[in-house]
């Protein structure tokens, strides 16, 4: 059973900074595409960032390009998004997932496995 934990949410000022993290099995991490998706309230999941398998160069969505960092440890198994410079719009629950066919891509359609989420708050 794939098991996707995200960790790192909480309560932040904004223009203040948190980083999330989402851990699990070496195998799955080791192997497909990992990305991170949000939902705002009251809104629909949308796309934040995702990296391939092998690829090292992250993907973005246009509202947090220059200010969210995806990265990829290989060694624990790990995706993190470091956020700076965070926004009152940024305020949502946070997903990690797994996409097992390859591309980086923003639809939620093409991701296979989702973690539970984590709660991210950030007050003006």
């Known amino acids: 059973q794939v098991q996707l934990v995200e960790s790192g949410g909480g309560l932040v000022q904004a223009g203040g900074s948190l980083r999330l993290s989402c851990a699990t099995s070496g195998s799955i991490f080791s192997s497909y595409t990992m990305g991170w998706f949000r939902q705002p309230p009251g809104k629909a999941r949308e796309f934040v960032a995702a990296?391939?398998?092998?690829?090292?160069?992250?993907y973005y969505s246009d509202s947090v390009k220059g200010r969210f960092t995806m990265s990829r440890d290989y060694a624990s198994y790990t995706a993190t998004l470091q956020m700076v410079s965070l926004k009152p719009d940024d305020t949502a629950i946070y997903y990690c997932?797994?996409?097992?066919?390859?591309?980086?891509?923003?639809?939620?359609?093409?991701?296979?496995?989702w973690g539970q989420g984590t709660q991210v708050t950030v007050s003006s």
């Open positions: 997932a797994i996409n097992r066919n390859g591309a980086a891509t923003r639809y939620e359609t093409d991701y296979d496995y």
């Open positions: 990296i391939a398998y092998g690829n090292f160069m992250p």
